[in-house]
């Protein structure tokens, strides 16, 4: 729901960053939240089981395959789809090797006996967690409204790449 509602609303959020040619490249984006929805539980048993050995290999294959793909498609002229794309290349690759490692299979499913307290906890981490979205994403919007799509970018990749090592360790 939320990659459609994403892929919908793109050419209005490109437009609040002062781009509306990046409606595309954002669209295209939206393809990793289904990708990362499939691998939420499956990480999160790697997180409990503290399998950091295992969550290496899959944040270090998408860091990997996402540098590769933004490279040879930047070459290639693709412009800002040659970074969205490669995120979802990236995210691709770390579904499946994610996917991978899960124990056993865990399908959606509903338990009245157990949506009031999964709600009275989720509701407020939901609130929490937009809260952090939008003040870690607001200098996103004044950048790309203040300087353009093309500082935007740069922005963009250079703080994408500098949380690189980060993400691999």
Known sequence: VLAIAMAALSPVLAAALGSPRAAGPIAVMALTLPLAGLTAVPSAILKRDFRMDRIFVANFANMLTSGVIVVVLALSGWGALALAWSWVAGQLVMTVILMSYRAGRYWPGWRRSEARRLLAFG?????????????????????????????????????NISGWPLNVF
């Open 123 to 159: 509701i407020p981490l939901a609130g929490g967690s937009l809260l952090s979205f939008l003040v870690l994403n607001v200098d996103y919007v004044v950048v790309g409204r203040l300087l353009g799509a093309e500082a935007l970018g740069l922005y963009v990749l250079a703080f």
